[in-house]
């Protein structure tokens, strides 16, 4: 039978206990002193269970109260298939340099601790480490009787320390080590009654999640489960330091521990030819789960292991069997007289047997109907409708748990719409959405509003990181292009109030743009990629020294078009120049004056008049467009450049003026 250990406290170790007959595997507790908390601890449970270690007599009443040294020494701990660790405090206290439990310390000493203010400073002096500073202390405060003076001899002794995040990360390496497969466990991150955390638990937490991931253990945290059953639900004692678990509670986390975690571990080693493992392992699991009536995940294991070449034939014909019994069953009984919370059970039941019609049959005379069952509820008949196939109940039960904006329903309901491309957008109102939006992965939300045929830029908001932003520009950039990618972009940096963007991984992307429009063999494509760069970046030092050198090379080709009298190669160049983010009028004032050669003085006065609206200082664009219209017979226009000719001539260009006071005179002779 598959083995499991647990190395922690009665967080991990009732579930486990209480979940070997449901889930099919045996707990093996041998040379197990008891519950600890500290990884300091779980290191030293290790190595006393592998014999690496002894534990001294005078301190073992501080570590276990349940087990006898010598007796519990003399037996050998066989390797377990998985072992199950809590890390859940971050104080670690010593005797000796022997961890011990701050519990059964806080017990035998009760009247020392009793005093909060001289426990605090007692602790405080453990911290420091200083021998006679403590000795002092308890001189002076514990020492009145001779009951007192025998205690200081060990309360003498203790030191504290907190776990870093070196020495934590060096404690899971060793358990890895030591042991063949392990499970991390953090605490559960409750609320106060005020609704704020205990910061010390939550930086704890997260610092455990930070170190097992990076070191790319596997990990559970309980939290989001709490979330999902409510935390009344799930915390027993809600004013008693948030630590213990409510019977369903640990039940949900045993589920979700064998579904997670030890069935794809079982059925892994199966696939893998591991001797022994579908019958000593994989068939009680499977019995358990027929006795329990979990019949849906039953068969979607055994279809999985069938489909990789196990010979489960027989198992799996078994619990088919089974199952048409249990159906059966089920639709003889009378559900008419249910209370709601009989009900609800009986709600899992149908859709543990996959009996979906008769699961919403019984919801829909409830309150609220389906979407009022407990969010928990509705995840369950979510999973187990997603695992048999029925996709519009799963999607009714998933968006009924995710319009209570809990994260894994979200989750699970993008996850399904991106598998089977469902619209789910379509399945919320439109003040809905953005909170599902929200929730859901970054890059997730892109194949959500493309299966809704709406706009990328939905999946920007306000409360958007740059981590997310990235994810999603870098997503839109592998499936849509820079375009559609720099648009985001720029939305996000509008949102931000920012004119430039300072976020590495975002500059990153931004710096790979560059690179790919540098790539394009068009220069007029070269030009757009970076036109798009400095749409989302405006500031963006790269694209910017780009561009204006691109600028540069088209000024050099014109100018040469324009010498060499080439109109052909200039009209060319026109769309190149347009999509410049800065204007060219150099362009417009070549092909004017060609145009005036060739004898079109309206296409000339046409060209002429585009550069002067960015040239309007200098005095030859004002001469030429004069000049056409003067030779095109446009009078009223001629006067008018010619004016433009008088007030900009000086003394090194008087022939201009001349030039041009010459048409004011005709003009005014004619009038």
């Not at 030191?159 to 870093?164: A, E, G, K, P, Q």
């Not at 638990?201 to 991931?213: G, H």
């Not at 069997?321 to 249990?326: L, M, N």
């Not at 046409?606 to 664009?621: D, R, T, Y």
Request: with cysteine; charged share 25%; proline share 3%.
């Amino acid at each position: 039978m598959f083995t499991i250990t647990p190395i922690g406290s009665c967080r991990i170790t009732t579930p486990l206990r209480r979940g070997q007959s449901e889930h099919g595997f045996h707990l093996n507790m041998e040379r197990c002193y008891g519950y600890c908390h500290s990884p300091a601890e779980a290191v030293q449970m290790v190595r006393f269970m592998r014999g690496e270690v002894d534990i001294p007599h005078d301190v073992w009443p501080l570590i276990s109260r349940k087990h006898d040294l010598n007796t519990l020494s003399a037996r050998r701990h066989a390797m377990s298939d998985l072992y199950v660790v809590e890390l859940a405090s971050a104080k670690e206290v010593t005797i000796d340099g022997v961890s011990v439990q701050l519990n059964y310390l806080n017990a035998t000493f009760a009247d020392f601790f009793a005093d909060r203010d001289r426990a605090q400073a007692f602790w405080a002096l453990a911290e420091a480490g200083n021998d006679a500073d403590i000795a002092a202390f308890l001189d002076t405060n514990w020492s009145d009787t001779d009951a007192q003076r025998a205690e200081t001899a060990t309360l003498g002794k203790i030191r504290l320390s907190f776990v870093t995040e070196a020495g934590l990360r060096k404690d899971i390496d060793t358990l890895t080590e030591l042991l063949p497969d392990v499970l991390f466990v953090s605490h559960v991150d409750a609320c106060k009654a005020d609704g704020t955390p205990i910061r010390s638990r939550s930086n704890f937490i997260q610092m455990v999640a930070d170190q097992v991931k990076t070191a790319g253990y596997k990990f559970y945290n309980p939290t989001e489960l709490m979330h999902e059953f409510g935390q009344t639900a799930a915390i027993e004692d809600e004013s008693a330091g948030l630590a213990h678990f409510t019977d369903g509670f640990a039940h949900g986390m045993m589920d979700e521990w064998m579904h997670k975690v030890i069935a794809p571990k079982t059925d892994a080693t199966i696939k893998a030819g591991a001797p022994h493992a579908l019958d000593h392992h994989l068939k009680p699991q499977i019995h358990a789960a027929i006795d329990s009536g979990q019949f849906l995940r039953a068969d979607a294991r055994l279809a999985s292991l069938a489909a990789h070449g196990v010979d489960v034939g027989p198992l799996h014909q078994a619990t088919k069997t089974q199952q048409e019994h249990a159906r059966a069953q089920f639709q003889a009984e009378d559900h008419s007289h249910l209370t709601a919370d009989e009900q609800v059970a009986q709600i899992i039941r149908a859709s543990e047997l996959g009996l979906f019609d008769d699961a919403l049959t019984l919801a829909s005379s409830l309150p609220g109907g389906l979407a009022g069952l407990p969010t928990r509820t509705l995840l369950q008949i979510g999973d187990l409708a997603h695992h048999g196939g029925e996709l519009g109940t799963a999607t009714e039960a998933y968006v009924a748990s995710a319009k209570t904006g809990l994260a894994r329903a979200c989750h699970a309901l993008s996850d399904m719409a991106c598998e089977h491309g469902i619209d789910m957008l379509a399945k919320f109102a439109p003040q809905e959405r953005q909170s599902f939006l929200a929730t859901v992965p970054a890059a997730d939300r892109l194949d959500l509003l493309e299966l809704n045929g709406a706009p990328f830029a939905q999946a920007i908001f306000p409360e958007t990181t740059a981590q997310e932003t990235a994810d999603i520009v870098a997503k839109l950039t592998e499936t849509h292009g820079i375009g559609y990618a720099a648009e985001v972009l720029a939305i996000w940096r509008e949102q931000q109030g920012a004119d430039k963007i300072r976020d590495a991984g975002l500059n990153a992307i931004l710096d790979g743009w560059v690179t790919t429009a540098l790539q394009f063999d068009e220069r007029i494509d070269r030009i757009h990629g970076l036109n798009a760069v400095l749409f989302a970046a405006p500031l963006f030092q790269r694209a910017r020294i780009e561009m204006r050198d691109l600028r540069k090379e088209l000024a050099l080709l014109i100018r040469a078009a324009g010498k060499d009298g080439d109109i052909d190669q200039l009209d060319a160049f026109s769309t190149e120049a347009a999509a410049l983010a800065k204007e060219l009028p150099e362009l417009d004032l070549w092909r004017a004056r060609l145009r005036f050669g060739l004898g079109e003085y309206a296409t000339a006065m046409q060209l002429g008049q585009a550069a002067a609206q960015f040239m309007p200082e200098k005095i030859n664009v004002w001469v030429l467009l004069m000049r056409a219209a003067k030779k095109g017979n446009f009078q009223a226009e001629a006067v008018e450049f010619a004016r433009k000719v008088t007030g900009l001539a000086c003394p090194d260009t008087e022939a201009f003026k001349t030039e041009a006071e010459a048409v004011l005179h005709a003009k005014a002779v004619g009038a």
